[in-house]
């Protein structure tokens, strides 16, 4: 009879191990890269950046990125630019600076939401430039570019953004100074 009491309290307690769930605390800020690749499996596809899940996502996952990369060939030289699917206007630029130094500095600065003008993309990215974005649920994100790439690969316009975020998860218009 021990045996089997033992077998059972073992059975129980791996039961409420397996059935434990750790909280996953999601980042509300970092820094990520993240380019205007299309993929395909059975549709074509891209990978954006969701603030709110603080990770690169799917363009068909539902719901799918807050801001992809796109570089559009048919300006020259081809522009690079974020754009949300979201029909909203959404980004701001807050400023382009000389340095990364200045940039971070006035990156780490924003503690409120400034009075901005919205429009539908964050057009001409740049290294050193600094965005704010809102989301359909205004929820707002601000965004330092620290570097791009605007090259052609393989005959295909490739682009590629890094970029530093603090986003504010709960609707409020202020973000934690540095």
Do not use: H
Not at 17 to 26: M, N, Q
Not at 81 to 104: C, M, P, R, V, W
Not at 109 to 134: E, M
Request: aromatic content about 12%; overall charge neutral.
């Amino acid at each position: 009879m021990t045996m089997k009491r033992l077998f059972i309290i073992l059975i129980i307690s791996l039961a409420l191990i397996a059935g434990c769930k750790k909280d996953e605390t999601v980042r509300t800020s970092g820094t990520d890269t993240i380019d205007n690749i299309i993929l395909k499996s059975n549709t074509y596809y891209a990978i954006g950046f969701s603030f709110s899940k603080s990770a690169k996502v799917s363009t068909l996952e539902n719901p799918g990125p807050d801001i992809v990369l796109y570089v559009d060939s048919d300006s020259q030289p081809p522009k690079l630019s974020f754009q949300a699917n979201n029909f909203l206007d959404s980004f701001s630029k807050y400023g382009e600076f000389a340095d990364a130094a200045t940039a971070s500095q006035a990156f780490n600065s924003i503690a409120s939401l400034p009075s901005v003008t919205w429009t539908g993309i964050a057009d001409a990215l740049r290294a050193n430039q600094v965005w704010i974005y809102r989301t359909t649920a205004e929820q707002y994100a601000k965004i330092r570019i620290i570097a791009v790439v605007n090259e052609t690969r393989n005959s295909i316009p490739y682009g590629e953004c890094t970029f530093e975020w603090v986003f504010q998860p709960d609707g409020s218009t202020t973000f934690p100074v540095k």
